[in-house]
């Protein structure tokens, strides 16, 4: 999810909490907290490509972080607004803010590390997109209105309202995704193609576009199905062409970066020493097979101790 989408949910979480006895500060505060857990994406900005990828969404995506953490926050809270609520209520607000922003993520592709530092595993349910606008507006408009209304009670039920109907769309988006991937796994059994595993994944910016993968040996067998069309989008397969890395099979960047993807990459040559691996899971740039790929890193490996991986410029 965006960070706009985290702000307003955020929000809506402290406005639930807290809006009787705070008003529009537990709203804002709410929002503010919910941002607090991109710490780690922050962080990530330093580092090398490969690493940087595990840093984003990682420790301060966790459940640990965001009980240790809201004492703090509810601390400042505490003396902004004084004795209007004790430190546990403001604490109580900054933690339900930062665990929301932490499983909604859970939805996302990249997902998050939710039980850092003790389970080292990414939970991604593939579900919502980076930018979902079905899914942002009853936030945003649930947020608006907050704001505006005058009685607190009515914040927390306006914001009650915001929340359930988010829900509703993650849970109904859940079960589109089962859907659409059952019609794929049929698409691909009556062209008689043969599959190990397959996923789909949500387009962002699209409305019920999905970005359908399913792998064999030799690679991936793409295609995008939409529940708003009935056009039969072209089946092509993206050959994985992983033998491009078995001279660096040994080098943990690399690993790092393939386990990232899910194992959803192809790799492309570029030159003697230089190959670009595209993540299939973000699809492509356009409907054709010929438009070049969303999200692709490129790995130089002309210095074999010293492997490097940066994103692909965009044209």
């Given at each position: 999810m965006n960070i706009i989408s985290q702000f307003v949910l955020g929000a809506a979480v402290g406005s639930l909490i807290g809006a009787k006895k705070l008003g529009n500060k537990a709203v804002l505060f709410g929002g503010l907290c919910s941002l607090i857990v991109y710490l780690d994406c922050l962080l990530a900005k330093l580092s090398e490509t490969s690493t940087a990828v595990y840093i984003c969404g990682g420790i301060t995506h966790s459940i640990v972080f965001c009980l240790l953490a809201a004492p703090i926050f509810g601390w400042l809270l505490h003396k902004f607004v004084g004795n209007a609520c004790s430190i546990g209520f403001c604490s109580l607000i900054a933690c339900g803010s930062m665990l929301a922003h932490c499983v909604a993520d859970v939805f996302s592709m990249t997902g998050v590390g939710l039980f850092e530092p003790f389970v080292h595993r990414r939970f991604a349910l593939s579900v919502l997109s980076e930018f979902d606008i079905v899914g942002l507006l009853?936030?945003?408009?649930?947020?608006?209105?907050?704001?505006?209304?005058?009685?607190?009670?009515?914040?927390?039920?306006?914001?009650?309202?915001?929340?359930?109907?988010?829900?509703?769309?993650?849970?109904?988006?859940?079960?589109?995704?089962?859907?659409?991937?059952?019609?794929?796994?049929?698409?691909?059994?009556?062209?008689?193609?043969?599959?190990?595993?397959?996923?789909?994944?949500?387009?962002?910016?699209?409305?019920?576009?999905?970005?359908?993968?399913?792998?064999?040996?030799?690679?991936?067998?793409?295609?995008?199905?939409?529940?708003?069309?009935?056009?039969?989008?072209?089946?092509?397969?993206?050959?994985?062409?992983?033998?491009?890395?078995?001279?660096?099979?040994?080098?943990?960047?690399?690993?790092?970066?393939?386990?990232y993807t899910k194992q959803y990459y192809s790799v492309e040559p570029k030159s003697d020493n230089v190959v670009v691996l595209h993540d299939l899971r973000y699809g492509r740039n356009g409907l054709s097979i010929n438009d070049t790929f969303k999200k692709s890193y490129t790995i130089d490996f002309t210095n074999k101790e010293n492997v490097v991986i940066s994103p692909l410029a965009k044209p």
């Amino acid at each position: 999810m965006n960070i706009i989408s985290q702000f307003v949910l955020g929000a809506a979480v402290g406005s639930l909490i807290g809006a009787k006895k705070l008003g529009n500060k537990a709203v804002l505060f709410g929002g503010l907290c919910s941002l607090i857990v991109y710490l780690d994406c922050l962080l990530a900005k330093l580092s090398e490509t490969s690493t940087a990828v595990y840093i984003c969404g990682g420790i301060t995506h966790s459940i640990v972080f965001c009980l240790l953490a809201a004492p703090i926050f509810g601390w400042l809270l505490h003396k902004f607004v004084g004795n209007a609520c004790s430190i546990g209520f403001c604490s109580l607000i900054a933690c339900g803010s930062m665990l929301a922003h932490c499983v909604a993520d859970v939805f996302s592709m990249t997902g998050v590390g939710l039980f850092e530092p003790f389970v080292h595993r990414r939970f991604a349910l593939s579900v919502l997109s980076e930018f979902d606008i079905v899914g942002l507006l009853p936030l945003l408009i649930a947020f608006v209105v907050t704001l505006i209304v005058k009685d607190r009670r009515h914040k927390a039920m306006i914001s009650w309202f915001g929340l359930f109907l988010f829900v509703v769309y993650v849970a109904f988006a859940s079960l589109n995704k089962l859907s659409v991937q059952s019609q794929f796994e049929q698409k691909l059994d009556e062209q008689g193609l043969r599959y190990s595993r397959t996923e789909v994944f949500p387009v962002s910016g699209s409305l019920f576009m999905w970005n359908c993968i399913a792998q064999d040996r030799d690679g991936f067998w793409m295609c995008y199905l939409s529940n708003l069309s009935k056009n039969d989008f072209e089946m092509n397969l993206v050959l994985r062409n992983d033998y491009y890395l078995f001279e660096m099979e040994n080098n943990q960047n690399i690993h790092r970066l393939e386990a990232y993807t899910k194992q959803y990459y192809s790799v492309e040559p570029k030159s003697d020493n230089v190959v670009v691996l595209h993540d299939l899971r973000y699809g492509r740039n356009g409907l054709s097979i010929n438009d070049t790929f969303k999200k692709s890193y490129t790995i130089d490996f002309t210095n074999k101790e010293n492997v490097v991986i940066s994103p692909l410029a965009k044209p």
